[in-house]
């Protein structure tokens, strides 16, 4: 009798299954090591996780303006870091003068509204002037076209900051109200992630409701479908792509304030944050609104939870210091095993 390997397990699921056994492997021998350590306690780990879990709404956040522009047009936004960075630094200002006059900590659930008034309201002119002057004229282009023009808009974006607002890292004024920690379930969570958390949740669950739900967002969807066909049936495609890029600088300004909250403010704080919300995008699924959040997410706890937990069992100094590498090794294996992403298929969804 003849044994032969099953026409559908090529050389590539061979290759592809014997890697996820030693990535098992590897990850459960760490991860037992470092328990047996002792070095953290149940309350720590959860406070990683939450931790993470604020991290990860705000590159959720942002990385719904990658996949909505991408499920519209199939472009990479890379200037939507800077998008991003245009919100929160401006209303670092607006902070610092409301500060200065004693009106911040008197009134702060009015200048918090004040606050992400005016970030989102920046981000998404920004997010609008980009298509109408770097995109528009671009859509029947090479796909390397648009690319190379993001590019540009990022540096320029920086630099007019830069010279703008000048260099300096600057740090939000301290909001009383959002100071200190609240327990949650053993868990000690600084208010502020926690108001990260519960407004990127809300934002979040508004955007998919207003995609599903509402006239303009299934013209959204079917202008991702197919433009020619969306003009046919009355679609105005220009109102409807600029609608979608005006979406995602809104998300995009309210994660700039947030990320002003926790940590701090500069003309290239959009840089790497921009590429983890990408990273997230992908790993979720370009061009799916559930799997931007959902990768947003699982990158934010890995980043959190994943160098603690695999390396301090080896005796690694720095572990926090590989967040990085933990982070986008997670994306290469995902694309190894699923191209599409976690939710998406071989060919990435459209919106």
Known sequence: MRFALPERLSLQKIIQLILAIVLVIIVLVSSSKTLDTGRFTGAQWRSLVVNGIALGSLYALIAMGYTLVYGILFIINFAHGEVFMAGGFTAFFLARTLNNAGFLNENPLVSLILLFAVGMLVSMLIAVTLERVAYRRLRGAPRLVPLITAVGASLFLQNTFRGLYGAQVRSYPEIEMLSGRVNIL??????????????????????????????????????????????????????????????????????????????????????????????????????????????????GVLESVAPNLLLIGWDVPSPNQLTDVIAFSVLVFVLIFKPGGILGSDEAEKV
């Open 186 to 299: 053993g868990a000690d969570i600084p208010k502020v992630s926690l108001l990260t958390i519960v407004l990127a949740a809300v934002l979040m669950g508004a955007l998919f409701t207003f995609i599903t739900k509402t006239r303009t967002g299934r013209a959204m969807r079917a202008v991702g479908e197919d433009k020619e066909i969306a003009s046919l049936m009355g679609i105005d495609v220009d109102r409807t792509i600029v609608n979608t890029f005006a979406i995602g600088g809104l998300l995009a300004g309210a994660a700039g304030v947030l990320w002003g909250l926790i940590f701090q403010v500069s003309f290239f704080m959009g840089f790497f944050p921009g590429i983890k919300a990408f990273t997230a995008a992908v790993l979720g699924g370009i061009g799916n609104v559930v799997g931007a959040g959902l990768g947003g997410l699982l990158l």
